[in-house]
C-alpha cells in the first residue's frame, strides 16, 4: 500500500489489523488473514 501512495496511520489500535492513510487523507484498515 505505501508504493501506491498510502501511509502509514501514528496511532495502530490493534494487532490483527493496521490502519493507513489514503493520498487524501482517508483512513483505512488492512486485516491479517
Known amino acids: 500500500?505505501?508504493?501506491?501512495g498510502a501511509s502509514k496511520h501514528a496511532h495502530q489500535p490493534g494487532r490483527s489489523f493496521r490502519v493507513f492513510l489514503d493520498p487524501e487523507g482517508h483512513p483505512f484498515c488492512l486485516c491479517a488473514s
Open 1 to 4: 500500500m505505501l508504493e501506491l
